[in-house]
């Protein structure tokens, strides 16, 4: 129910960041991030126990704790990243947006790198 209470929110607070956004653009800018963030944390807080769930499912079948780990790590990246470029291009700025973006696919990679890793190491086992 709290999901549908948070989209309400935002529909709620279009309307004054759409007046906003024609005489003042930068405080519809800083009113979005400021809803951006309490949506963002109160998000973060409902999906805790389905973290939990998933961590207890893939314990139950048998996969790495640290790879579960990483794909969520990498989720987090994504959503990051999406929401900054986003906002930067409500500020009127698409360079800084490709420019979040990038950052956001190297963050990825980096994050991945150890999984990468042990796809690397599992192949050469099944070749020497």
């Known amino acids: 129910m709290e999901p549908l209470l948070l ?3 935002c529909a709620a607070c279009l309307t004054p960041v759409v007046l906003l ?6 405080q519809a800018l800083l009113l979005t991030t400021a809803i ?3 949506v963002m944390t109160r998000c973060a807080a409902l999906a ?4 939990e769930e998933l961590r207890g499912l893939f314990e139950k079948a048998g996969v790495d704790t640290g790879h579960v780990s990483i ?14 470029a986003d906002l930067c291009k409500d500020g009127g700025s698409q360079a800084l947006a490709t420019a979040v973006e ?6 990825v990679l980096l994050i991945a ?3 990468l890793r042990a796809v690397v190491d599992l192949l050469l086992g099944f070749f020497t």
């Not at 956004?21 to 930068?26: A, L, S």
């Not at 805790?48 to 973290?51: D, E, T």
Request: no cysteine.
């Open 7 to 9: 989209a309400a929110l």
């Open 21 to 26: 956004r024609k005489k003042t653009p930068e």
């Open 36 to 38: 951006l963030v309490v």
């Open 48 to 51: 805790a126990p389905l973290m």
């Open 71 to 84: 794909l969520l790590r990498t989720v987090a990246a994504a959503l990051v990243t999406r929401f900054g």
């Open 102 to 107: 990038t950052t956001g696919a190297v963050a």
């Open 113 to 115: 790198l150890p999984l």
